[in-house]
Structure formats: C-alpha cells, structure tokens
C-alpha cells in the first residue's frame, strides 16, 4: 500500500492513494486553516469506522452472515499535546443478521481490526454494540 501526500499551503494536505487513485484533502479547522474538508484526526476515525465496518462484513461472512446496514459512529476526546486521548464506537448492527449465540465472535474481531491495533494503547477505547 502506498499513499502519498503533499501540502499545498493554507495547511491543507492533499493525499492520494497508489492503488486507487483516490484523492482526500485534509484542513486544519478555521481560523489556522481553510476548514473544508475532514482535519487528520477526523481522517483517522473515518479509517478507523471503514475498517471496524469491513472487519464486520469478513466476521459475519466467515459465519455464513451478512452485516448489510450495518453502521458505525466514532468520537473522540483531545488531550493536551494536542493527541487523542480517548475514542469511543458505537456499532449499530442489524440484529437479524446474527444470532445471538454469533454476536460475541464478531463483537471481538470488530474491535481488534487492523486500524484499531496500529493506535497508541495510551488511547482508551470504548466499543459499544447494538444489536438494532
């Protein structure tokens, strides 16, 4: 995998992925940027929401199931420095995908996918499932 990234001033970073082609363009929120798009850290949590998601639909598929509707919220609290102190998930999964005797299989994957195991485990996570 390869994204490369430039800063193009304004402190606005535009990236792009080797494989894909597909540009994102990071802001620093105003008045120190231009504030229009996702700031780093607000990229950080969307990747971390896709892979939570996608590690679900892997769970779920090795089990014979399927996750479709499946969503995710993420927040997060700064600490000093400024760096992330604290990240809490809610994952909303359609119940009638998964029995309940299943759900703690895919509960555990979900919150160990790759995104997750690469943060600093100074940061403190919160992973809440319901099971809609």
Do not use: H
């Amino acid at each position: 995998m390869e994204i490369t990234a430039q800063y193009v001033g304004n402190k606005r970073v535009e990236a792009r992925c080797g494989r894909t082609g597909t540009e994102l363009v990071f802001d620093q929120p105003a008045p120190e940027g231009l504030g229009e798009s996702m700031n780093p850290v607000e990229g950080l949590l969307s990747a971390l929401c896709g892979c939570m998601l996608t590690t679900a639909a892997y769970a779920a598929g090795s089990l014979g199931l399927d996750p479709k509707g499946a969503s995710a919220a993420l927040t997060c609290e700064m600490a000093d420095g400024p760096r992330i102190a604290s990240i809490t998930a809610v994952i909303s999964m359609p119940a009638g995908c998964c029995p309940a005797e299943k759900r703690g299989v895919i509960e555990k994957m979900v919150a160990s996918c790759p995104v997750s195991r690469a943060l600093s485990p100074e940061i403190r996570r919160d992973v809440r499932f319901l099971w809609i």
